[in-house]
């Protein structure tokens, strides 16, 4: 019994350090910049975790992100701290404070993407439980839901959106149908293929599925002149390209393979755009991911898979992003090349020569000025 017990944990030991072990890259660029995160400026949270996204308001302001009790933060210069801005559930009994936030996100809301319609200033929200909501106006409050469902499914895990600002349609992402975002693990290792891409039309208010079958889509941007959509699919390490306008219409392919687990896509004023990668991808998740048999299998395991990988994650890793350019060839690479602080990095959002750094797990916003001598 003992034996089967530490053979067990091995395993397991074995399969989630891969998630967040650190290797080099598998191919290089022919040129690119390499910046290694030094000094950067924390902006601490109170009594949570997780900045996932940044946005900024129509007049500049913020940026704004959601955190790990539901709350929708802004960040004011001026004062030099976070103040609340919106909530995605009206339900916020037990909600803040120091706890365990995973066991209550179903309740109080877990906001991830945003984005601001810049002619009317009203936010919209894709929220892991809550699905696609949009605060009105600057004065906040409790966000207003726009849609739980598509196609007759329910959403199971609204992720990331973008919005065309042209016509108002709001592009976003279903990571799963199966597992809601406090397993994101079981998604990965599951082999799990139920993620869509949708957009939603604020005219007709209709959600339309555009791409199913995606393993754990993520972040979403649209790209030039709104002819298509790029999308992280992390479970697969890779960034597709949807192509929404053109003699391409409707079809999709692969833009980008990456070397980890990509989360959210940001444009960069200086060219091309940031893909924030949460962890690398390991050799022996790579096998484990070829198997998704041996994933289920992991999944059946007598103890929980997120906490052991929690556990193994504030030890491991280091932020990762890269930068990428329209065609798909590497700019730039950022990396906290020593792991102690940033473990995992979930966007870059560039502005005004500041880099907004965001994490899944990490109790504070990191920001960063870019070395313009590189």
């Known amino acids: 019994m003992e034996s089967k017990v530490f053979l067990t944990a091995t395993i397991v030991v074995l399969v989630l350090s891969a998630f967040i072990a650190f290797r080099q890259l598998q191919i290089k ?211 597709i390209k949807y192509w929404v306008e053109t003699s391409k219409a409707g079809t999709h392919e692969v833009f980008a393979q990456l070397p980890g687990f990509p989360d959210n896509l940001s444009w960069s004023p200086r060219g091309g755009f940031w893909v924030a990668i949460h962890s690398r991808k390991g050799r022996i998740l790579e096998w484990v991911l070829s198997y998704p048999s041996i994933g289920n299998a992991l999944l059946k395991l007598p103890f929980d898979i997120m906490k052991a990988y929690s556990y193994l994650a504030k030890w491991r890793g280091s932020g990762l992003a890269m930068r990428l350019s329209v065609e798909g060839e590497i700019l730039e690479i950022l990396e906290d090349k020593t792991g102690n602080r940033l473990k995992s990095m979930a966007e870059v959002h560039e502005k005004d020569g500041t880099l907004w750094i965001g994490s899944v797990t990490m109790p504070f916003a990191a920001k960063y000025k870019i070395n313009t001598s590189l």
Request: contains cysteine; charged residues 20%.
């Open 29 to 239: 660029p022919s040129s690119h910049e390499d910046e290694y995160l030094s000094e950067f400026e924390r902006l601490p949270l109170e009594d949570a975790v997780g900045p996932e996204c940044f946005a900024f308001d129509p007049f500049g302001g913020g940026p704004y992100t959601g955190i790990s009790d539901g709350r929708i933060i802004k960040w004011q210069q001026d004062q030099r701290r976070w103040i609340n801005f919106a909530t995605t559930s009206p339900h916020r009994d037990g909600c803040e404070g120091p706890q365990d936030h995973d066991r209550t996100e179903h309740i109080c809301g877990r906001p991830l993407g945003l984005q601001f319609k810049t002619s009317t200033g009203d936010l919209y929200v894709a929220d892991a439980y809550m699905g696609l909501l949009v605060v009105g106006g600057a004065g906040g409050g409790v966000a207003t839901k726009l849609a739980t469902q598509a196609q007759g499914l329910p959403l199971g895990f609204t992720n990331s959106l973008d919005i065309d600002q042209r016509s108002g349609v709001v592009y976003f992402t279903d990571s799963s149908t199966q597992y809601p975002r406090r397993n994101h693990i079981s998604v990965i290792l599951s082999g799990d293929k139920t993620g869509r891409l949708m957009k939603y039309d604020p005219e007709t208010k209709q959600v339309t599925v555009l791409l199913n079958n995606l393993s754990f889509p993520n972040g979403v941007l649209l790209g030039e002149n709104s002819h298509y959509i790029l999308v992280a699919e992390t479970s697969r390490c890779r960034v």
